[in-house]
T-cell receptor
């Protein structure tokens, strides 16, 4: 059974700082996703990572995938308040079409 | 280009009533997924459907819950005899298919069910 763990679950940081969210998954995964969710809203797709060593960047966010370590990271560079949200990673694999989500990282960025 | 649509956005039901949640996939998408999000939790996969077929219902509770995706019309998630523990946000996602370039799931705005 595929399991996904994220850490930290809560993160409070100051604007301008860098930080990394970690996502571990338990078995072979075909794809790794990162989503953003604002309170009371739906999920916004940020990145889809397919292969070992994949790195994608959009603005201040960069995601990477290490399939050997079964680890993905979401790195935030020079955080700004607008990035405050809950970030989820999700893995898809093991023959299942449904996504397996982590519990999410609740990120608060303070001025 | 309309995205995934869900209705109602908010639904209040008393214990014992039935809840019907509707999902219209993105235009051209024939694959639908339902997920449930409990407070302060990640999303949990419930069921995966194609038109007129349930492909994977491994995440569906064994009782009271059912889903369909008819040839015409939206996908429906039905919860019979709701209990307080059913209170959650229910999200629908759709995709073009399974293969390369078709698998990405796009999420709807969700239906927030409250059972009183």
């Amino acid at each position: 059974e595929l399991k996904v763990e994220q850490n930290p679950l809560f993160l409070s940081m100051q604007e301008g700082k860098n930080y990394t969210i970690y996502c571990n998954y338990s078995t072979t995964s075909d794809r790794l996703y990162w989503y953003r969710q604002d309170p009371g809203k739906s999920l916004e797709s940020l990145f889809v990572l397919l292969s070992n060593g994949a790195v994608k960047q959009e603005g201040r966010l960069m995601a990477s995938l290490d399939t050997k370590a079964r680890l993905s990271t979401l790195h935030i560079t020079a955080a700004v308040h607008d990035l405050s949200a809950t970030y989820f990673c999700a893995a898809q694999g093991g023959g299942a079409d449904g996504l397996t989500f982590g519990k999410g990282t609740h990120l608060i960025i303070q001025p | 280009n309309a995205g995934v649509m869900q209705n109602p956005r908010h639904l209040v039901r008393r214990r014992g009533q039935e809840a019907r949640l509707r999902c219209s996939p993105m235009k051209g998408h024939s694959h639908v997924y339902w997920y449930r999000q409990l407070p302060e939790e990640g999303l949990k996969f419930m069921v995966y459907l194609q038109k007129e077929n349930i492909i994977d219902e491994s995440g569906m509770p064994k009782e009271r819950f059912s889903a369909e995706f008819p040839k015409e019309g939206p996908s429906i998630l039905r919860i019979q005899q709701v209990v307080r523990g059913d209170s959650a946000a229910y999200f629908c996602a759709s995709s073009l298919g399974r293969g390369q370039g078709r698998y990405e799931q796009y999420f709807g705005p969700g239906t927030r069910l409250t059972v009183t």
